[in-house]
Structures are given as structure tokens and as C-alpha cells.
């Protein structure tokens, strides 16, 4: 069996809420193989396959202690049919201020609220789902990037 190599590359953008800055760290690849066949030979792979609870992190800074909101989309996707990624913010970070929003979602093309806050956060945490996976689907490395903005 040929391993399947999912390697979605994670980006962020900068863009102006009152010069609010956003700073993105971390990625992450999943090398998809026999240890993830759901029952072993002859059965299908694990659908859904999840990273590590703070696989990337957001800083956030020079809010002025004003409401801002993290937005996210994918900019780009080479995934197999049916595939798709979703992001959660996973810890609040350290700083004042404060954060909301935890729940898993979809990104898609269309950009979706992430989470939002008030003031300077550092080192919120990220992580990342793969759903819809299938031994069906063609072998080889495949990957999405994900757009962070601050607004």
C-alpha cells in the first residue's frame, strides 16, 4: 500500500484592524499509511484524522486593547474530492484582554470567523482535522494553504 501524504501548508496575512498584527506559527503534515487502516488489511483508513491540540499558534498584538476577529479561508487546495480541513482554536493564548471561540470549522474558499477578542493574545492555539479520507482516493501528496486575517 502506497502511503498517502496529506501536507496542508498554513499561511498568514496582516491585514489592518486599527494596525492589529497577526503572526502564525506552526504547521503540519500527516503521512497517512497502514497504521491508520481502520480494521487492517483490506479495510478502509481512518475518515477523519486530527493534529496535535496545538499544532500552530496565532499571536496577536498592537490591538489597543480594541474587539478584533480571526478570519480564515483557504486560498488554495489540491485535496482529493471530498476532502476537506478544519481549524479550532484550541487554548486562549496568554495576555490581556480576552478570547471566544472553539468550535471546529470547515475552511473553504469563502473567508469564516475563526474566533475573536479584545487586546493582545500570544500563542492561542491551533488544530487541524482532516475529514472525508478514503482508501478511493488516489495516492500521492496532496495539500491546502490557510489564510489568517485579523479585522
Known amino acids: 500500500m502506497r502511503p498517502l501524504a ?3 501548508v498554513l499561511l ?3 491585514l489592518g484592524a486599527e494596525a492589529a ?4 506559527v506552526g504547521n503540519w503534515s500527516e ?7 481502520v480494521g487492517g488489511a483490506g479495510t478502509d483508513i481512518y475518515s477523519q484524522i486530527t493534529s ?7 499571536d496577536i498584538t498592537d490591538t489597543g486593547g480594541v474587539t478584533w476577529i480571526i478570519g ?10 471530498g476532502v476537506a480541513v478544519a481549524v479550532r482554536r ?7 484582554g480576552s478570547i471566544s471561540g472553539g468550535s471546529f470549522i470547515a475552511v473553504r474558499a469563502t473567508e469564516q470567523i475563526l474566533c475573536s477578542g479584545t487586546g493582545d493574545r500570544s500563542g492561542v492555539g491551533l488544530q487541524l482535522r482532516l475529514t472525508g479520507l478514503s482508501v478511493e482516493q488516489d495516492t500521492g501528496s496532496f495539500g ?3 489564510t489568517y486575517r485579523i479585522y
Open 144 to 146: 491546502a494553504t490557510l
Open 21 to 24: 498584527d497577526i503572526a502564525f
Open 90 to 96: 484550541t487554548t486562549s493564548g496568554s495576555g490581556g
Open 72 to 81: 480564515v479561508s483557504r486560498s488554495s487546495s489540491n485535496l482529493p474530492a
Open 52 to 58: 496535535s491540540t496545538s499544532k500552530a499558534t496565532l
Open 12 to 14: 498568514f496575512i496582516a
Open 6 to 8: 496529506f501536507i496542508p
Open 31 to 37: 503521512t497517512i499509511g497502514a497504521s491508520d487502516l
